[in-house]
């Protein structure tokens, strides 16, 4: 199972980002994916989910309106587009894969309901 992130850099306040991840398991189309991220000094973090049809998303609070989820299941790719970024924006950003079972509605929130993570790419947003 590989799941590989790409995409992060360094940009400027107010700049824009989009974030990579394939996901070599033939099972990527039932996969809830996801995203999350650790900041310097910073407890890891909730960014976006995305359930396995790509019918429904969920953003922490701090996203919404600025980053966007998205899929494509024909080339195994997720996809996290940041939009008006901000210093504390910067952190390593980790793409999660999940394909089981969840009997708790909000699942998708704990990083440890997931069952892969990728390697993580650094994401730096310079004031």
């Known amino acids: 199972v590989q799941l590989q992130a790409s995409g992060g850099g360094l940009v400027q306040a107010g700049g824009s980002l989009k974030l990579s991840c394939s996901y070599s398991?033939?099972?990527?189309?039932?996969?809830?994916m996801g995203w999350f991220r650790q900041g310097p000094g910073k407890e890891r973090e909730f960014v976006a989910s995305?359930?396995?049809?790509?019918?429904?998303?969920y953003y922490a609070d701090s996203e919404k309106g600025r980053f966007t989820i998205s899929r494509d299941n024909a080339k195994n790719l997720l996809y996290l587009q940041m939009n008006k970024l901000k210093p504390e924006d910067t952190a390593v950003y980790y793409c999660?894969?999940?394909?089981?079972?969840?009997?708790?509605?909000?699942?998708?929130?704990?990083?440890?309901?997931?069952?892969?993570w990728g390697q993580g790419t650094q994401v730096t947003v310079s004031s």
């Open positions: 398991e033939h099972t990527f189309s039932r996969s809830a």
């Open positions: 999660v894969a999940d394909s089981r079972l969840h009997t708790v509605s909000t699942w998708y929130l704990n990083g440890d309901e997931y069952e892969y």
């Open positions: 995305i359930r396995g049809s790509g019918d429904r998303t």
